[in-house]
């Protein structure tokens, strides 16, 4: 089966409806309309919603390919263990392995979380020691496993607030020798600008604590909805030493709000038990591999959630270690929120905060809620962005796996294979050359090599590519600033451009297949070209791609790069002009009509077969399904032959076997059933990647090989293994279902193509149920186990301090390195 990419973007379209659920595309690999992204790492099924968050949770397929799925092992699956942590992604190859982050807004911050469950899913009771992560090519955290076994803990997340410099970001996970990476969730939410100042592009903040003071309910954790932001506040409180307070009116975020913590999370608050002491609390620094005394920026929240009577007052001063922090006392707001915080990072061993009243204060202090980062540098730069996504636009359109995953320059010990780099200080680095060769590559040369401006070496060899060379290379080849090297390469052959199916001129010329309110439907505007224009686009006609009854193809380029087929017809063909002009709409970029020449610029399909072609002939009809529903059968086989007094052309249908209708073959007489008949083979060619007849062992088509397995209801064993089990089952079977119906045999028992668009309709109205959380496929509970409260937040371990002597609340605190601590 061709590659998605050499597909036409209509029928990705249509793939596409069964694909969004499995994520193979980047379709599915977007963030939701709230800007989140929550991936199930390792989950192989559809996307399903979360019941405690109501959030969408995408299988990881579409972000990432490389690793292999993996159940936790089933001791370790207790009942309220989220859906996310039954599954994970190990990595066993490769040093470093991605997930691409995609559609994001350069320059916005993101809180980027990643959640592990190691849960014995590898038998080997012995989780990885260590292993780095990194966002972008800058370092992350060390998710540290070591508790894994606890009974109530073992889920380690690391979470950070970045800003993002591309507008898309890669996590990735680094083997450093000291076991097998693994991943269980990964959740990126967009913030705004102006939210946690204190994380720069220089700077990113790396979660340490995050706690609730004494919510009402001691297993309730803040997040979605509660808090807008999707940050998860863990509970905090300790009945011997602080009182509780709360309230069920509603706290208002200020103005300009840096913070904006939410309502449910400010509601309550700890009070010293004994009025007359003070709220204590520390941590120690925790080193980093990089920094052995990282800074940390701390947050605190307050907000009075009592009346005061008018004589009363509550004012009070935060210090760190004994000195004042904050000097200005604090006097909290009623029911709106504030917060005091260090803007920027404090480099200590030991933080003791003490939160003491004023002299003037008549109540003790409060605090609501408290927030510890630590901080790391993001100022390593990936490669220069422009070579960035080129590069990986070549590693998609190859397949190329190896080491290509993450920045293909940096780390340096991490570079991509066959590449390089140069690496200057004050600049990004670039890709100065690139080494493609002996990789059975085929398909076109891709014009994303040209937008590689410091590549000086291209070596191509040893591969099946066909096509022209994009004009970007071209022009570089001739100035001599780059050497492209391709030996053994077999010129390539232009798509066959087999005469299709005769159109109605007027129909063509007006329909508007770009117009319409939906973008992702555009697929081309007609254009109208000059022959002059024909001349430069061709450079002369300079290079004959092919050549057929109806005259010769050239190849060329439009203005913006885009490769194109110019299809110019000979005075001398025997094909009619309406015929010649109403070919295969939809691959068409314009045409051509100046005097006696008439010409049809196609898209450029250098990996065209004849059956991909005839599948562009029935994308008039999907094109209709989707937008001009009415049209249908007007731009059918039928409406041409009925309404055409043009001789039937000999070569249109009859010589391609697999997909004519076998009712109008013994009657040549073509109705609109013919076309459904068509269009239902190229929607059983969608599904499987089979050809539309099979040659091995024997010709059979594929409509009778496709019955067959889906009579013993085997709907995997008809789906395009290319596909890796990544779609919706449901939607497949409805297109299959589908496909079966339109291809019976007797026209009369064959659905009208108005009833298939109608079928094809509820399969996008399921997708979009899906995608707006109506879908109920799951019953498992995903409401994270509250015994694990405290082990959720890996980064950060509290400690108190009972009178002078410190102990570890170890019961609350499973999994978890250090942090901030009360006293
Ligand atoms: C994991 O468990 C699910 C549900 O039981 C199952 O469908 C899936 O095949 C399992 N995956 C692996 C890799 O074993
Ligand atoms: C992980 O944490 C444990 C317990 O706190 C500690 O002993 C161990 O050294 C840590 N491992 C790494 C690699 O930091
Ligand atoms: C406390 O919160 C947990 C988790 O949100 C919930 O399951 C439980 O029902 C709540 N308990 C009460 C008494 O509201
Ligand atoms: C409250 O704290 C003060 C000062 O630490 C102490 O003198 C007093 O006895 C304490 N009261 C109670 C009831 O524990
Ligand atoms: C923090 O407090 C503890 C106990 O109160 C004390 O021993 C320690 O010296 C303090 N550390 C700093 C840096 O002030
Ligand atoms: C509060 O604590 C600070 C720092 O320890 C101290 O300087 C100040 O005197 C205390 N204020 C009161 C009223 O106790
Ligand atoms: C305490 O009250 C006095 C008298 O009203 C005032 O002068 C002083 O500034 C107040 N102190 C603080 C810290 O607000
Ligand atoms: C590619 O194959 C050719 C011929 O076998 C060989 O000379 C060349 O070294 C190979 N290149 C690479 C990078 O393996
Ligand atoms: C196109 O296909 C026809 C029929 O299979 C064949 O005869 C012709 O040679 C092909 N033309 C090109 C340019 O490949
Ligand atoms: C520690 O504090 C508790 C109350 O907070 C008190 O009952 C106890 O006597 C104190 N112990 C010491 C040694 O001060």
Not at 44 to 55: E, I, K
Not at 200 to 215: E, I
Request: glycine share 8%; proline share 6%.
């Amino acid at each position: 089966m061709a590659p998605p990419s050499s597909w036409p973007p209509w029928l990705l379209l249509l793939l596409l409806l069964c694909l969004a659920a499995g994520g193979i595309l980047q379709s599915d690999a977007q963030p939701d309309s709230k800007g989140f992204i929550s991936i199930d790492c390792g989950y192989t099924g559809t996307s399903y919603v979360d019941d405690s968050t109501t959030l969408s949770y995408s299988p990881d397929a579409g972000f990432n390919d490389a690793g292999t799925n993996h159940n936790i092992s089933g001791e370790y699956n207790r009942p309220l263990l989220s859906r996310r942590s039954q599954n994970l992604r190990s990595f066993p190859d490769g040093t470093r392995n991605c997930y691409t982050l995609r559609s994001l807004v350069s320059g916005l911050k993101y809180l980027i979380r990643a959640t592990f469950f190691y849960g014995n899913y590898d038998g080997l009771n012995q989780p990885p020691v260590s292993f780095d992560l990194y966002i972008g090519v800058n370092f992350w955290a060390s998710p540290n496993m070591s508790s894994w076994s606890d009974p109530t803990g073992g889920l380690v997340t690391a979470e950070a607030i970045v800003v993002v410099p591309d507008d898309f970001v890669q996590v990735c996970l680094v083997n450093t020798g000291a076991g097998t990476p693994f991943i269980s969730g990964l959740d990126l939410r967009p913030l705004k600008r102006t939210l946690y100042p204190q994380a720069t592009a220089a700077q990113g903040l790396v979660m340490f604590g995050r706690l609730n003071a004494a919510p009402t309910n001691k297993t309730y954790i803040a997040r979605y909805p509660d808090d807008p932001h999707d940050r998860i506040w863990y509970p905090w409180y300790d009945a011997e030493k602080w009182a509780e307070m709360s309230t069920t009116e509603r706290v208002q975020n200020i103005e300009n709000d840096l913070f904006e913590a939410p309502s449910a999370v400010m509601q309550t608050a700890i009070t010293p038990r004994n009025a007359s002491n003070n709220i204590e609390f520390y941590w120690d620094a925790k080193p980093k591999p990089n920094d052995p005394l990282p800074g940390y920026i701390a947050i605190m929240y307050f907000t009075e959630l009592q009346l005061l009577n008018g004589n009363d007052v509550r004012q009070f001063y935060v210090n760190l270690n004994g000195n004042p922090w904050f000097p200005a006392g604090v006097t909290p707001q009623y029911l709106s929120n504030s917060a005091t915080y260090n803007s920027s990072p404090s480099r200590l061993n030991r933080y003791n905060i003490s939160i003491n009243a004023t002299s003037n204060s008549t109540l003790p202090p409060i605090l609501n809620a408290v927030e510890v980062f630590s901080v790391i540098p993001t100022t390593n730069i990936g490669t220069d962005s422009q070579d960035a996504s080129a590069s990986m636009s070549i590693k998609a359109k190859y397949q190329v796996q190896k080491n290509w995953m993450g920045d293909p320059c940096l780390p340096k010990n991490m570079a991509w294979d066959r590449l390089t780099c140069s690496y200057a200080i004050d600049n990004p680095s670039r890709i100065t050359s690139m080494d493609l060769s002996n990789n059975s590559l085929t398909g076109s040369i891709p014009d994303a090599l040209s937008q590689l401006p410091s590549v000086t070496v291209i070596d191509l060899s040893g591969n099946q590519l066909s096509g022209s060379i994009p004009p970007g290379l071209l022009k570089r080849i001739e100035d001599g600033s780059l050497d492209l090297r391709r030996r053994n390469q077999q010129q390539g052959s232009m798509n066959n451009m087999t005469a299709v199916k005769p159109q109605d001129l007027e129909a063509m010329s007006t329909a508007s297949y770009g117009g319409g309110d939906d973008d992702s439907l555009r697929i081309v505007d007609n254009r109208r070209f000059t022959y002059k224009e024909l001349e430069m686009i061709t450079n002369g006609f300079q290079r004959m791609l092919g050549q057929g009854g109806f005259g010769r193809v050239y190849d060329g380029f439009l203005e913006d790069g885009t490769q194109v087929a110019v299809k110019l017809r000979s005075h001398a063909s025997s094909q009619g002009v309406k015929e010649f002009l109403a070919e295969n709409l939809v691959s068409m970029i314009g045409y051509c009509k100046d005097g006696e020449y008439m010409a049809l610029v196609y898209e450029y399909m250098a990996q065209g077969t004849l059956r991909e072609h005839i599948a562009d002939v029935k994308a008039t009809n999907i094109l209709l399904n989707a937008r001009l529903e009415a049209k249908i059968a007007d731009f059918g086989l039928s409406r041409a032959f009925n309404h055409d007094t043009d001789p039937i052309p000999t070569n249109t249908l009859v010589g391609t076997p697999g997909y004519v209708d076998p009712e109008y073959q013994a009657t040549m007489q073509p109705t609109t059933k013919s076309d459904v008949y068509s269009f239902g083979v190229v929607l059983l060619e969608l599904v499987t990647g089979m050809p539309a007849v099979l040659s091995d062992p024997e010709p059979t088509s594929i409509i009778h090989w496709a019955r067959q397995r889906l009579a013993r209801g085997n709907i995997e064993g008809v789906v395009d293994a290319c596909m890796r089990g990544a779609y919706d089952v449901n939607c497949v079977w409805k297109v299959a279902e589908i496909a079966l119906e339109c291809t019976t045999q007797a026209s009369a028992q064959r659905p009208t193509m108005a009833d298939v668009v109608a079928q094809l309709q509820e399969c996008i109205e399921l997708e979009k149920d899906r995608a707006a959380g109506f879908y109920t496929g799951g019953s498992s509970s995903s409401v994270d186990d509250p015994s694990w409260s405290y082990g959720g937040y890996a980064s950060g371990q509290f400690t108190y301090v009972s009178n002078s002597t410190a102990f570890e609340m170890e019961r609350r605190v499973p999994t978890v390195v250090t942090g901030p601590a009360a006293r």
